[in-house]
DNA sequence: CAAAAACTTTACTCATCAGTAAAGTTTTTG
DNA sequence: CAAAAACTTTACTGATGAGTAAAGTTTTTG
C-alpha cells in the first residue's frame, strides 16, 4: 500500500526509459532515420504503448529534447578557490570531460544536424547549455577583473576566448570523426595550454599566473 | 558537327546540375529526408534520369560530398604580406567570411549529422578543409618563429589557438541557431579581437604588433 | 477474487519513397 | 534521311515505417 501508488511509479519510471530509449535511438541514426519500432525495442515495450506515452514521434523528440539536460553546468561544481589560476584549470578540465563524452558528442551531431527542421530545438539548447555556461563564466571574467587577477575590456569577448581556446579544434574534428576521439592524454594537453595562453593574454600578472600553473601541472 | 559530341557536353553539364541540386537539397533536408524526387525535380529531370547517373542514393550523396569543395583554401588566396599583423588579419577575415556563409553552414551541419553513418564522409571533410587549412596555418606559424616575428614551443597548438580564437563560440551558436547568424559588424569585432588575443599571447614583440593592428583596423 | 485499468499483440491502413520496366523522344551516324 | 543508339519520361513495384483498431493478457486495487 504505497503511498505513490505503484502505477503512477511505472508509469514514471516507463516514461524515463522511453525518454532515454529516444535518446539513444535519435543520437545514433538521425531523427529520419530513427523508428518509433526501434525505440520502443529500446524500451523494451511495443510501439503502442509508446504512443500511449507520446503522440508522435514528433513530440517524442521534442520531449527528449527539452529534457533537463544540465551536464554542461556542472562545469562549475567544483571548489571555490581563491587562485584564478586554480580555478581556470579545473572550468577547463570539467568542461573538458563533459564536453568529450562520445553521448554528448552524438547528442551535440544531432542537434546540429537537425537544427535546420527542428530551429527550436537548437536554440532551447544553445540557451541552456553554452550561453548559460558563457554567462556564468562572464560573471567570473568580471569578478577577476574586480580583484585584480585579470585584465580586459569585455567580458564577453574574454569569456569566448577562454572557451575557444581550450577545445575548439579537437572538438570539432570529433565531431566530425566520431571514431577518432583524442585520448584523455591529448586532451589533457590542449586544455592545459588553452589555459596558459589564456592567462599569458588576459593575467594582470602572466609571468606569476604561468609559474602558478606550471606548480598545479606538476601535482 | 561539334568535336565534343553535344551529347557527351550535355551529359557533364547536367551532372553538374544534379550535384549542385543534391547538396542543395540533402543540406536542407538531411539524408534521410531528402528525397531522390525531389534532388531530380531540383535539377530539372525526371528521377529515372538521375538514376542513370548516379546507382543509389547512397551513391549520390558520397560523389557529392567528394566533389571537389576546396573553398576553405581559399583562405590562402590573399596577396603574401611582409607584415605578419597585416598577414593573420586577412587570413582570419578570409577565414570568416567562408565559415560564416549559410551554405558552408549548412554544409557543416548536414556533415557533422552523418558523420555516425558517413564515417569517410566525415574523414574526407576533416582532411580535406580544417586538416589542410591547420597545415598551411603550422607552416606559416614556423616561418613567423623562425624571422622572430613570433615565439611559442609547439606551431600546431599555436595554430590551433589562433583557429580557436577567430570564430569558435559565434560558429558554435550559428550551427546550433541557423536563423541567428551575426551580422557581418558582429563577426569583424570577434575576428578582431581573436587577432589581437593571439597576438598578445603568441607576439614576441606584441605591444608593436598591437598598435600595427590597431593601425590596421583604422584603415 | 473480481472489476478495472494498463499493457501487449496481432494485424492492419495509408503514405512515402527507393528503385525499375517499358514506352516515347532526341541525337548521332552510316 | 533513316536506322540505331542514347537519353528521358510516364507509370509502375515493393519495401518500409508512422500511426491505429481491436482483441487478448497481465497487473493493480478495492
Not at 535518446?23 to 531523427?31: K, L, P, S
Not at 569585455?154 to 574534428?173: C, H, K, T, V
Request: with cysteine.
Amino acid at each position: 500500500m504505497t503511498r505513490v501508488s505503484r502505477r503512477a511509479s511505472n508509469r514514471r519510471e516507463k516514461q524515463q526509459r522511453i525518454l532515454t530509449a529516444a535518446i539513444q535511438v535519435f543520437a545514433e541514426m538521425g531523427y529520419s532515420a530513427a523508428t518509433m519500432e526501434r525505440i520502443a525495442e529500446a524500451a523494451h515495450l511495443s510501439k503502442p504503448t509508446l504512443y500511449q506515452y507520446f503522440d508522435s514521434k514528433d513530440a517524442l523528440f521534442k520531449a527528449m529534447m527539452s529534457a533537463p539536460r544540465d551536464r554542461m553546468m556542472e562545469v562549475f561544481d567544483t571548489p571555490e578557490s581563491t587562485n584564478h589560476v586554480a580555478q581556470l584549470l579545473s572550468f577547463a578540465r570539467a568542461y573538458a570531460d563533459i564536453v568529450m563524452r562520445p553521448e554528448y558528442l552524438s547528442l551535440a551531431r544531432l542537434i546540429i544536424g537537425e537544427a535546420q527542421r527542428f530551429p527550436d530545438v537548437g536554440r532551447a539548447y544553445q540557451a541552456s547549455g553554452p550561453d548559460r555556461v558563457l554567462d556564468r563564466l562572464i560573471t567570473f571574467m568580471e569578478a577577476q577583473k574586480a580583484c585584480g587577477a585579470l585584465q580586459f575590456d569585455d567580458a564577453e569577448l574574454a569569456a569566448q576566448d577562454f572557451w575557444g581556446l581550450i577545445l575548439s579544434a579537437p572538438r570539432n574534428r570529433a565531431l566530425h570523426e566520431p571514431d577518432n576521439l583524442p585520448s584523455a592524454a591529448q586532451t589533457a594537453r590542449y586544455v592545459e595550454n588553452g589555459v596558459r595562453v589564456f592567462l599569458k593574454a588576459y593575467g594582470v600578472n602572466s609571468a606569476q599566473d604561468l609559474e602558478d600553473l606550471a606548480k598545479l601541472l606538476n601535482r
